[in-house]
């Protein structure tokens, strides 16, 4: 069969909606009758509501209703509510105040009469694990099997830690495999550094406005979720339902990185409050709210040792991290351990990690979560290696990266597939890393320019869903059902080309249905850790090799003949009996019934998949089936940066002057598309890099960088008018369509090829911490001393 | 002063800092988090000193459109939740962002800081005015997004649309960084600057072919 839709840039079927002002967000839905909701946010980061008084508030005309903790489910431990007595951050939702008017519910909020109990709060991890040091919960600053305890070092470590050395302090996470230490012995050179990594806010672009209504007994939830099918059955988890007695509505989703993957907690606050008043409910997030509760990556504290042969390949790590849990836990040590080890292959590596809780928001992944943090913090170390051995940049990562044979991690994980050194060979190429040797500290005036590398890995891929699609007898066309979410990145779309092809078919005969759940939702992956490209083209292949048998059959038994002789190409399915169209089929599969028009379902399917297609049962002919494809070892994507900086050594201003990002992810199925994913996404990583970090008032425990503006993504004038991107392009073997994930690797590809960058441009001065921003770069080129210590988090 | 004075001083001479002194001027809680949605007859709107609507007409779109307006009431607000043009995006409400843009006379604004009684008698577009409403036909920009499969989320997009739009009228012929320059009110977190930058300049060039 011809490829004629893998591997084209086809604009996805939003797009017009996109761009008339069509496509609906969740805060573009409208009820009839619709009142709006205001939350009143913790103005501490720690503290216990003694007493509220609302009754004035509650008397102000227009008002319709409170909710309060009482009101929603609470857990115990680290566990968030969608409302709280005890808030664990400033920022926190206490309580909710529902009006005719937005104004009016505002104004509510500011006659309730609040009293809270402020408790003991820490805001830097460090500081938690002092002796005597505070904890985020009264119940202690670790949480596991089901209960509280205190973590805490000694006197002994925290010395060793002032004396800058690795403290040999109890961990919570540590593996270790080979033999570290005779590894180090054998070592020619040895780099043993003190890393900081600063926490960042998510923002995306479209805040967490959710709106809800109930009908007889329904859910009708509007909600700003990365996934759908999944969201809806968080949804149902939180408000103890039956899913099959909601109706989610998530067409579109302005951004979300992590921060939104089965929606939100927040989600809820509208469902609970309909729920409790009677009237559908919009909640409006603010962009300041949407600061403390739109989530953040978390930050590192960090000791890295790493050893290295004189031949540059580096044969030991030992890495201690210390990340900041915020309120609620995170777990982004995990994956820094393992991309560490799989990125630079020591064959002995000891890991430990403690994740503590502080009172700061809540963390969340963030697109190549503990994998970009960890390769910005690395890369420059690499670096600082092949100087001190004096082999090129480039070539350390050759050394180092891995080949097919790769095994790494605490159980010795295999991948499908990887070509990392080929997408630096692509990288240098068309960056001409040779060439722009010669730049490499060149001052012009005031400005002296860095070059840079950054080599990032991250999972890209799952397998076993679902997909369900049917062909329909009124338009003869592919209805493909996802129920994978439309977060932006195209996939909602081209996740359904295989199943095109495979049918013989054009792409204007397929429809993509999506958005909402009443219409039918397979069992699908989350819209997270980049799985959804691999794991749907693979769910939706499986669909449409089950489509074409049926299609066949149908046809054999209809006109005669083997079923296995009949081809389809356009619609049309053509053999020995003569020919039929799809739409001809799809009537002739409903005569028929069974598992022709989804009567009867496979047995292997997901339950969550059975209501959907009960629901399409007997519409058209129906493709279902799970991925059974199967394989073995990690899925993982690569992208090489490299980058062209500027640094202007009487500002501490860096401009980045020329960026290009090589991927390796497989068979590209759209390259417009999967251009954007890496660009945008390095892009990313350079505000994480340059720009983006919380700053907090130790004193008090609240932040002062809280908008777009103190927060600081990148803009379009932070970034080259021109950059490129390429693709190594080799089939991942595991899957028949030989597509990976890209949405995680370019983060810290972008990152890291700025740190590696900058710190050229300071002769090889690794600043060993993020962001990088001018008063930093400044004071180290001045010789003076840092306004903050080594190891502190929450800096300007 | 009434509250018609102090919308027509605004009117006479716009800056952010007159918005701010004429939301606070009307007596509106000029907080982060308040918000106006004031529906005619609700009581409870006509209990804060000066929130009475007045019913006006904009131009919106080529179209007159009479509605009820507060005075402290921003065009952002007034085109989502009473006209029902849900194309212009509210990302940050403050000026930080540019999914709010709109054009009034042609000229790209945050609707998010502009009071809606300082568009009276100038004319208001919108992303959902820049379709041929008889036709279908998508304006210059879109067709150039179109073609070159613009955006990610989207959420940004109507602004960026709308910057572009005032970008091709101001300089139809620029360079990319020239356009990096007149779309750089718009942020975009998917961060797609490089294909939104090739769309501005297929809007261009499709501008200049005209």
Excluded at chain 1, 389 to 396: A, H, T, Y
Excluded at chain 1, 740 to 747: A, M, Q, R, S, T
Excluded at chain 2, 167 to 172: R, T
Aim: proline share 5%.
């Amino acid at each position: 069969m011809a490829e004629k839709l893998i591997g084209t840039d086809i604009a996805p079927p939003d797009l017009i909606a996109k761009i008339t002002g069509r496509a609906k967000y969740s805060e573009d839905f409208r009820a009839d009758n619709m009142a709006f909701a205001k939350i009143l946010a913790s103005p501490m980061p720690h503290a216990r509501v003694r007493r509220v008084d609302a009754s004035r508030a509650l008397a102000l005309p227009g008002v319709l209703g409170i909710l309060r903790a009482e009101d929603v489910p609470q857990r115990d431990g680290p566990r968030e509510a969608v409302l709280t007595d005890e808030p664990h951050y400033e920022g926190e939702p206490i309580l909710a105040i529902a009006a005719e008017t937005e104004q009016i519910a505002a104004a509510a909020i500011e006659l309730i009469d609040i009293d809270f109990e402020p408790l003991p709060f820490v805001i830097d991890p460090l500081e938690s694990l002092r002796p005597g040091g505070p904890n985020a919960y009264s119940g202690g600053n670790l949480f596991s099997d089901d209960a509280w305890s205190e973590i805490k070092w000694t006197a002994e470590d925290f010395a060793e830690i002032d004396a800058g050395r690795m403290p040999n302090a109890e961990a919570v996470v540590e593996w270790s495999k080979g033999d570290v230490s005779a590894a180090f012995a054998a070592s020619d050179l040895i780099l043993d550094e003190v890393i900081v990594h600063q926490s960042l806010s998510h923002h995306p672009m479209e805040p967490r406005s959710n709106m809800a209504y109930w009908e007889n007994g329904k859910l009708f939830a509007h909600v700003s979720t990365q996934s759908a099918q999944r969201t809806k059955y968080a949804m149902a988890g939180m408000l103890d339902m039956d899913p099959e007695d909601i109706v989610l509505v998530a067409e579109y989703c302005g951004g979300g990185f992590g921060s939104k993957i089965s929606g939100s907690t927040i989600m809820a606050l509208p469902a609970f409050f309909s729920r409790k008043i009677n009237r559908p409910i919009m909640h409006r997030v603010t962009r300041a709210e949407e600061n403390y509760i739109g989530r953040a990556r978390p930050g590192f504290q960090s000791w890295l040792k790493m050893g290295f042969l004189s031949s540059g390949k580096c044969n030991a790590i030992d890495l201690y991290l210390v990340e900041e849990a915020g309120a609620y836990g995170s777990g982004d040590n995990g994956t820094a351990g393992m991309v560490a080890d799989l990125t630079y292959t020591p064959q002995n590596m000891r890991f430990r990690a403690v994740s503590i809780y502080t009172n700061t928001p809540p963390k969340a992944a963030q697109r190549g979560p503990g994998g970009a943090q960890i390769i910005s913090m690395m890369e420059p170390i690499l670096d600082k290696a092949g100087r001190e051995l004096g082999i090129d940049r480039l070539e350390m990562r050759m050394i180092n990266a891995p080949d097919a044979d790769v095994s790494f991690g605490p159980r010795d994980s295999q991948l499908t597939s990887v070509h990392a050194k080929e997408a630096l060979r692509m990288g240098a190429e068309m960056f001409d890393w040779a060439g722009k040797q010669s730049l490499s500290g060149q001052r012009v005036g005031s400005k002296v320019s860095g070059i840079g590398i950054g080599l990032s890995p991250y999972t890209a891929g799952s397998r076993g869903f679902d997909g369900l699609m049917l062909i329909s007898p009124e338009d003869g066309k592919l209805h493909v059902h996802q129920g994978i979410g439309n977060l932006g990145t195209h996939s909602i779309a081209d996740t359904a080309r295989p199943a095109a092809e495979i049918l013989g078919l054009n792409w204007d005969q397929v429809e993509i249905v999506w958005g909402n759940s009443s219409r039918g939702m397979p069992r699908s992956s989350v819209q997270a850790g980049s799985q959804t490209t691999h794991a749907h083209t693979r769910a939706n292949h499986a669909a449409a090799m089950d489509a074409r048998r049926k299609i066949q059959e149908v046809a054999a038994r209809t006109l005669g003949g083997a079923a296995n002789a009949y081809r389809m190409d356009n619609g049309v399915v053509t053999g020995p009996g003569g020919r039929m169209t799809f739409a001809q089929i799809a009537a002739r599969a409903i005569e028929l019934g069974g598992e022709y028009d989804g009567h009867t379902l496979p047995d292997d399917i997901h339950e969550t998949t059975v209501p959907a297609a009960t629901g399409l049962a007997g519409k058209g002919l129906m493709g279902v089936a799970k991925d059974n494809y199967g394989g073995e070892g990690g899925i993982y994507s690569w992208v090489a940066g490299f980058a062209h900086v500027e640094l202007d050594v009487e500002t501490g201003v860096v401009e980045i002057k020329e960026y290009v990002g090589i991927t390796d992810c497989g068979t590209v199925i759209h390259p417009r598309s999967l251009g954007a994913q890496v660009l945008g996404g390095s892009i990313q990583g350079m505000g994480m890099a340059m720009t983006q970090r919380w700053v907090f008032d130790p004193q008090y425990g609240v932040p002062f960088a809280k908008r777009l503006y103190t927060a600081r993504p990148p803009g379009i004038l932070d970034v080259p008018p021109n950059m490129s991107w390429g693709a190594v392009g080799i089939a991942d073997p595991q899957s028949p369509v030989g597509a990976k994930g890209i949405g995680e690797p370019p983060v810290g590809a972008g990152a890291a090829a700025l740190t590696t960058a900058v710190a050229d441009a300071m002769g090889g001065k690794c600043l060993c911490r993020t962001p990088l921003t001018p008063d930093i770069i400044l004071a180290e080129l001045e010789g003076r001393t840092r306004a903050h210590g080594r190891l502190d988090m929450h800096v300007g | 002063m009434g509250d018609m004075d102090s919308v027509e001083l605004l009117e006479t001479k716009f800056s952010r800092r007159t918005f701010i002194k004429g939301v606070i001027a009307v007596g509106a809680t000029a907080t982060a988090t308040s918000q106006f949605l004031g529906r005619p007859g609700i009581a409870g709107a006509q209990t804060m000193a000066g929130s009475a609507a007045r019913l006006i007409t904009l131009r919106v779109n080529d179209q007159d459109r009479p509605v009820d307006v507060l005075p402290n009431e921003t065009l952002a607000m007034t085109l989502r939740y009473r006209l029902n043009l849900t194309g212009t995006k509210l990302g940050c409400d403050r000026a930080e962002c540019g999914a709010c843009t709109v054009l009034v006379d042609g000229v790209n604004q945050y609707s998010c800081s502009m009071l809606t009684h300082q568009v009276r008698g100038r004319a208001v577009t919108t992303i959902e005015g820049l379709q041929n409403p008889d036709t279908g036909e998508l304006s210059t920009v879109q067709q150039a997004v179109l073609e070159e499969g613009g955006f990610q989320c989207a959420f940004c997009a109507p602004g960026f649309i709308m910057s572009m739009t005032a970008m091709i009228d101001d300089n139809p012929n620029p360079t990319r960084e020239e356009a990096a320059h007149a779309l750089s009110g718009n942020l975009c977190r998917c961060c797609d600057y490089d294909k939104i930058l090739t769309c501005a300049m297929r809007a261009a060039e499709l501008a200049r072919s005209v």
